[in-house]
């Protein structure tokens, strides 16, 4: 059976870590966020992109609803689009049961292709993939000094406040 508090959890920590980049960010300049740097999708402001269209895109599959299109433009500031996103994830995880959890999720991926997982599998897949962060400003540390603006994989981060680990 699978474990609700278990999806609620990962939705939180998720916002966790989602906030520790936007802190990162908090004081760049729009310049700052679309020059081109070595990262996943060319620029920060791609990379905040990224995450948070494939956030919106799990909720929606999960949800059974139609997933937003890529180019579907963000409104107003990155916390803000990234607040109402939480929201709206922890809106659909909270009243979630065992049992609820243990349903079985269709959908297509980005391409069409049809697929079916239970939700909890569903979201051990989002979360494992949702895991690119900024190592700016100390916002991800893996108990070593924090590395200057560059962007990479960040699966486990230790020496601040963040939440219990999940085991997945």
């Not at 760049?28 to 791609?46: C, N, P, Q």
């Not at 990224?50 to 107003?76: C, N």
């Not at 809106?91 to 065992?98: G, I, K, R, S, Y």
């Amino acid at each position: 059976m699978a474990d609700s508090n278990q999806l609620r959890k990962l939705v939180a920590y998720n916002q966790w870590a989602n906030d520790k980049i936007l802190t990162a960010i908090d004081g760049m300049m729009a310049e700052e966020l679309v020059r081109s740097v070595d990262a996943y999708f060319g620029t920060i402001a791609g990379n905040l992109h990224h995450v948070l269209w494939a956030t919106r895109i799990w909720l929606a599959r999960w949800k059974g609803e139609t997933p937003p299109g890529r180019t579907d433009p963000i409104k107003g500031s990155w916390r803000e689009a990234y607040a109402e996103t939480h929201a709206d994830f922890r809106a659909f995880v909270e009243p979630l049961t065992d049992a609820s959890a243990d349903r079985v999720v269709a959908y297509k991926d980005t391409k069409g292709n049809p697929y079916e997982m239970v939700l909890a599998q569903l979201s051990r897949t989002w979360s494992t993939t949702g895991r690119t962060t900024a190592r700016r400003r100390g916002c991800c540390s893996s108990g070593s000094a924090a590395r200057p603006a560059t962007w990479t994989t960040c699966t486990t981060v230790s020496g601040d406040s963040s939440p219990a680990p999940l085991l997945l």
